[in-house]
């Protein structure tokens, strides 16, 4: 079988496209490293295995040998940001006091303990690299810098050389698919694997609000500073920007 590398931005569908694509390829083949920090010395993409698939850095993507089929989802930037937002604070509610407080966990209390404002624009100089790795035009440092934590790696470019960075490394991958129309994805399993996918109507690890609720405004709402939602809103203008170009350039299909 092809061997299929599905480089997971978070909330954009992946665990359910993931769930999909181990179903078929069976557990035996299907890499355990899901997170780029779980790599060992066999880096992000071990050898052996058919499925790659996770939240993974993929500046070695050449470690996969072979024929291959490489994809990625994007979905709306500003509502990416606010469900992976929603998604975090939902998650830290669960958590008790005692684990919450564990080193592991900071995140998680930070985004419970935190106002929005503090949360995005407040803390100390590491916790600011966290939210600009993870939530600033987060589609064009992956793609530029072909690592999951690369903001910081192009943090002087000027916006439109970014831009066009990425959008020249967004080219490598063979297919980047909007999440409105993962039926194209799943036409596309079904041609390379000979085997059918079911993601465009099923979200697993979804956030606590309904399906098609949109974020974006709820996360507006609770954002205290005029000049801070403005600097949110400045985490999407260059991802929009890239897909735009994407989308006129035929690599982001639908």
Same mark, same amino acid.
């Given at each position: 079988m092809r061997k299929i590398v599905f480089l997971h931005i978070p909330k954009t569908a992946g665990q359910t496209v993931h769930s999909e694509l181990s179903r078929i390829v069976g557990p035996g083949q299907t890499s355990p490293v899901r997170v780029h920090t779980q790599a060992e010395q066999n880096g992000q993409f071990p050898p052996g295995y058919t499925l790659y698939s996770g939240h993974l850095d993929w500046?070695?993507?050449?470690?996969?040998?072979?024929?291959?089929?490489?994809?990625?989802?994007?979905?709306d930037p500003f509502e990416r940001i606010?469900?992976?937002?929603?998604?975090?604070?939902?998650?830290?509610?669960?958590l008790p006091?005692?684990?919450?407080?564990e080193p592991a966990h900071t995140g998680l209390r930070n985004i419970r303990e935190r106002t929005v404002d503090d949360y995005f624009f407040g803390g100390a100089a590491n916790w600011q690299q966290f939210i600009l790795d993870h939530y600033d035009n987060f589609y064009c440092t992956y793609f530029a810098t072909r690592k999951i934590r690369g903001a910081s790696d192009v943090a002087k470019l000027h916006p439109n050389d970014l831009i066009e960075m990425a959008q020249k490394q967004a080219d490598l991958l063979d297919r980047i698919y909007p999440i409105e129309r993962l039926t194209l994805l799943e036409a596309d399993i079904a041609r390379l694997t000979g085997a059918r996918i079911s993601v465009a109507?099923?979200?697993?690890? $979804?956030?606590?609000?309904? #399906?098609?609720?949109?974020r974006w405004p709820q996360l507006l709402e609770k954002i205290e500073s005029d000049a801070n939602r403005e600097?949110?809103?400045?985490? $999407?203008?260059?991802?929009? #920007?890239?897909m735009r170009r994407l989308r006129h350039q035929g690599v982001l299909h639908g």
């Amino acid at each position: 079988m092809r061997k299929i590398v599905f480089l997971h931005i978070p909330k954009t569908a992946g665990q359910t496209v993931h769930s999909e694509l181990s179903r078929i390829v069976g557990p035996g083949q299907t890499s355990p490293v899901r997170v780029h920090t779980q790599a060992e010395q066999n880096g992000q993409f071990p050898p052996g295995y058919t499925l790659y698939s996770g939240h993974l850095d993929w500046e070695h993507l050449d470690q996969v040998q072979g024929d291959r089929f490489v994809f990625t989802i994007l979905r709306d930037p500003f509502e990416r940001i606010a469900s992976f937002y929603f998604y975090l604070h939902h998650k830290s509610l669960a958590l008790p006091p005692a684990t919450l407080n564990e080193p592991a966990h900071t995140g998680l209390r930070n985004i419970r303990e935190r106002t929005v404002d503090d949360y995005f624009f407040g803390g100390a100089a590491n916790w600011q690299q966290f939210i600009l790795d993870h939530y600033d035009n987060f589609y064009c440092t992956y793609f530029a810098t072909r690592k999951i934590r690369g903001a910081s790696d192009v943090a002087k470019l000027h916006p439109n050389d970014l831009i066009e960075m990425a959008q020249k490394q967004a080219d490598l991958l063979d297919r980047i698919y909007p999440i409105e129309r993962l039926t194209l994805l799943e036409a596309d399993i079904a041609r390379l694997t000979g085997a059918r996918i079911s993601v465009a109507e099923k979200r697993v690890n $979804a956030g606590p609000q309904a #399906e098609g609720t949109k974020r974006w405004p709820q996360l507006l709402e609770k954002i205290e500073s005029d000049a801070n939602r403005e600097k949110l809103t400045g985490f $999407a203008v260059k991802d929009i #920007e890239l897909m735009r170009r994407l989308r006129h350039q035929g690599v982001l299909h639908g």
